[in-house]
């Protein structure tokens, strides 16, 4: 069984430019959840994709997106970067909308 | 949206020590996980536990959800226990994490 994998490990961008990060769910899994996590704060739901549609969504602006893959894997794309966009970055893959969620180990996300 | 509070935010403990970590939510859920993140930020899971108890070696967990109120127990602490402890609540659809307990256990 192959657990969940995120790419890539680390990222530096500027502010203003666009980042896209990968993750591959657990195989068997159809789900995928993106989180955010500021340093000393809980991990933030971004949203959820369950069989290639979002799924649910928290409160994040529309310049956060995403897509999920055939094969289940998903990646998150953020538009025109802030610098509060620097936090690390979770996905989360889960059966059937994410009854048990298990974690890949993050993109650590920069931005200067 | 549901609030998830977690307490405490921090505990130091001397190796081989008890705890009892406490996380309480506002509105009713259709689960509950315990995780672990250690210092490299990968989120280990603890526990799936909607309501009743299990236990895992020397930690266990309880949840009772007609009160809204899930707890963790880690008996005989050791220095690798270390790490902030999440507890996470799923109510329509949204996964909603509280802020964590900060757990330093001292040889």
């Known amino acids: 069984e192959t657990g969940v994998t995120q790419s890539p490990t680390h990222l530096i961008k500027t502010r203003g430019q666009q980042v896209t990060l990968r993750c591959s769910s657990q195989s068997g899994h159809n789900t995928v959840s993106w989180y955010q996590q500021a340093l000393g704060q809980g991990p933030q739901f971004i949203f959820q994709y369950y069989r290639e549609e979002e799924n649910g969504r928290g409160n994040f602006p529309p310049r956060f997106s995403g897509l999920q893959f055939p094969n289940y894997s998903s990646e998150l794309n953020v538009n025109a970067l802030e610098l509060d966009d620097s936090a690390l970055y979770l996905c989360?893959?889960?059966?059937?909308?994410?009854?048990?969620?298990?974690f890949g180990p993050g993109t650590r996300l920069t931005v200067t | 949206g549901i609030q998830v509070e977690q307490s405490p935010p921090d505990l130091i403990l001397q190796e081989g020590a008890n705890s009892t970590l406490r996380c309480n939510f506002s509105d009713s859920v259709n689960n509950l996980q315990w995780f672990h993140q250690n210092p490299w930020g990968q989120l280990i899971n603890l526990f799936y536990?909607?309501?009743g108890t299990k236990q895992n070696g020397r930690l266990s967990a309880t949840t009772v959800a007609t009160e809204r109120y899930s707890l963790l127990y880690i008996s005989s602490s050791q220095t690798t226990d270390s790490g902030v402890y999440f507890c996470?609540?799923?109510?329509?659809?949204?996964?909603?994490f509280g802020d964590g307990t900060t757990l330093t256990v001292k040889p």
């Open positions: 536990i909607p309501s």
């Open positions: 996470a609540v799923l109510n329509a659809g949204k996964s909603t």
């Open positions: 989360a893959s889960s059966l059937d909308g994410g009854v048990e969620q298990y």
